[in-house]
């Protein structure tokens, strides 16, 4: 049960530090400002363009980056159900892989709908309740998208689709699979594909009556904006989105397995996938921090030219620091499952490297990035 709870646990862990983050710039901008000033003072950040192209050059063309692949995964499987052949079977991995991409690259920025309205556990629940899912397909429900919905999150999602398509070990073949399993694939592609549709129109037209939060973001600072009182909460709020990653990647999806040598830790364990997965949250951090998603084609103004603009060497330092950290993921020899038990000591230096190069990075945006803002 432990095992099952470590997604929730993490997304907790981030979700204080987020708080605490901001809570505590807003306590020492306070503290320094005029004292007959009760409203909540910016700490001296103050450029709506970085945080209109974050919302509409990063945030959103991400997630309709992820809702497009969710569509083309639904085709994938469909084709799939139809005519389970092994060619059919290799389309509808790689659109999996193809979809996992920009919901990694998009973990640096799990605030505001994808948390609240749960979107984030009713996709990427980790680890898999595989003693549960093998209930559900030895079992007799109608397996459509409807009682799919119905499901614990470890039950659906991205996992449970990955485990259906690529078996225990990334190596399951078109006549591996069970009539029960082709309905369950197909249900619960549908079920994400209504959870991505759902994410993105949050964002953009807002859902069950709630603004959409695009228009709640680049309005920070403006007279009753509560969630961000000032362009520096804000601004605050991407770096708490970066540091949240940082640490869940390093501590939570590297050196957890790491650490205890347990395979059954491992997202993304039965595609093979892990190490991308990772890389692709480092991304996530480059593009909140560069104002730009290179898979989207979007690009506008990034923290980092306030950064330069402040501090020219931190700037230069962080960009650096990120494409370490990428380098050093690069150097753990895949697939990751297989590292994490591996008694070479190689190896485990470059697992411990690459924590050590993702540590260095939260450190300085949680400490000299944030100061800036």
Same mark, same amino acid.
């Given at each position: 049960?432990?095992?099952?709870?470590?997604?929730?646990?993490?997304?907790?862990?981030?979700?204080?530090?987020?708080?605490?983050?901001?809570?505590?710039?807003?306590?020492?901008?306070?503290?320094?400002?005029?004292?007959?000033?009760?409203?909540?003072?910016?700490?001296?950040?103050?450029?709506?363009?970085?945080?209109?192209?974050?919302?509409?050059?990063?945030?959103?063309?991400?997630?309709?980056?992820?809702?497009?692949?969710?569509?083309?995964?639904?085709? %994938?499987? @469909?084709?799939? &159900?139809?005519?389970? *052949?092994?060619?059919? !079977?290799?389309?509808? +991995?790689?659109?999996?892989?193809? #979809?996992?991409?920009?919901?990694?690259?998009?973990?640096?920025?799990?605030?505001?709908?994808?948390?609240?309205?749960?979107?984030?556990?009713?996709?990427?629940?980790?680890?898999?309740?595989?003693?549960?899912?093998?209930?559900?397909?030895?079992?007799?429900?109608?397996?459509?998208?409807?009682?799919?919905?119905?499901?614990?999150?470890?039950?659906?999602?991205?996992?449970?689709?990955?485990?259906?398509?690529?078996?225990? %070990?990334? @190596?399951?073949? &078109?006549?591996?699979? *069970?009539?029960?399993? !082709?309905?369950?694939? +197909?249900?619960?592609?549908?079920? #994400?594909?209504?959870?991505?549709?759902?994410?993105?129109?949050?964002?953009?037209?807002?859902?069950?009556?709630?603004?959409?939060?695009?228009?709640?973001?680049?309005?920070?600072?403006?007279?009753?904006?509560?969630?961000?009182?000032?362009?520096?909460?804000?601004?605050?709020?991407?770096?708490?989105?970066?540091?949240?990653?940082?640490?869940?990647?390093?501590?939570?999806?590297?050196?957890?397995?790491?650490?205890?040598?347990?395979?059954?830790?491992?997202?993304?364990?039965?595609?093979?996938?892990? !190490?991308?997965?990772?890389?692709?949250?480092?991304?996530?951090?480059?593009?909140?921090?560069?104002?730009?998603?290179?898979?989207?084609?979007?690009?506008?103004?990034?923290?980092?030219?306030?950064?330069?603009?402040?501090?020219?060497?931190?700037?230069?330092?962080?960009?650096?620091?990120?494409?370490?950290?990428?380098?050093?993921?690069?150097?753990?020899?895949?697939?990751?499952?297989?590292?994490?038990?591996?008694?070479?000591?190689?190896?485990?230096?470059?697992?411990?490297?690459?924590?050590?190069?993702?540590?260095?990075?939260?450190?300085?945006?949680?400490?000299?990035?944030?100061?800036?803002?």
């Amino acid at each position: 049960m432990k095992k099952l709870l470590l997604r929730s646990c993490i997304m907790k862990t981030r979700n204080l530090l987020t708080f605490l983050i901001i809570l505590l710039t807003f306590t020492f901008a306070s503290a320094c400002g005029d004292d007959t000033n009760d409203a909540v003072q910016s700490t001296g950040f103050a450029d709506s363009q970085i945080i209109l192209d974050y919302a509409d050059e990063v945030v959103v063309p991400t997630y309709e980056l992820l809702d497009t692949r969710a569509g083309e995964m639904q085709v %994938a499987v @469909d084709a799939l &159900a139809a005519a389970p *052949t092994d060619a059919n !079977l290799t389309a509808a +991995k790689k659109a999996w892989v193809d #979809m996992r991409l920009p919901w990694e690259q998009s973990e640096g920025m799990l605030f505001g709908p994808v948390d609240t309205n749960g979107y984030d556990p009713a996709m990427d629940s980790w680890p898999l309740n595989k003693t549960d899912l093998d209930g559900v397909l030895a079992g007799e429900a109608t397996l459509d998208q409807p009682y799919v919905k119905s499901l614990g999150e470890n039950l659906k999602g991205f996992h449970t689709i990955e485990y259906l398509l690529f078996g225990e %070990a990334n @190596d399951k073949v &078109a006549e591996d699979l *069970t009539p029960r399993e !082709l309905e369950y694939l +197909k249900a619960t592609t549908a079920e #994400m594909v209504r959870i991505t549709g759902l994410l993105a129109k949050s964002w953009t037209v807002g859902v069950d009556g709630n603004q959409a939060y695009r228009d709640v973001f680049v309005t920070a600072g403006e007279p009753g904006n509560d969630k961000f009182p000032s362009q520096s909460a804000a601004a605050q709020q991407i770096v708490a989105g970066i540091v949240g990653i940082l640490q869940e990647v390093g501590e939570g999806k590297i050196g957890g397995p790491f650490e205890a040598r347990d395979t059954t830790l491992v997202e993304s364990q039965f595609s093979f996938n892990s !190490l991308q997965d990772f890389t692709d949250n480092l991304k996530s951090v480059q593009n909140s921090y560069m104002g730009r998603v290179p898979e989207a084609g979007t690009s506008g103004k990034g923290l980092n030219q306030y950064v330069a603009a402040q501090d020219a060497e931190l700037n230069a330092r962080v960009e650096a620091e990120i494409e370490a950290a990428i380098a050093a993921l690069g150097e753990i020899p895949p697939p990751f499952r297989d590292a994490v038990l591996s008694d070479d000591a190689q190896v485990r230096a470059k697992i411990q490297a690459a924590i050590d190069a993702i540590a260095t990075l939260e450190a300085t945006f949680q400490t000299d990035v944030l100061e800036l803002l």
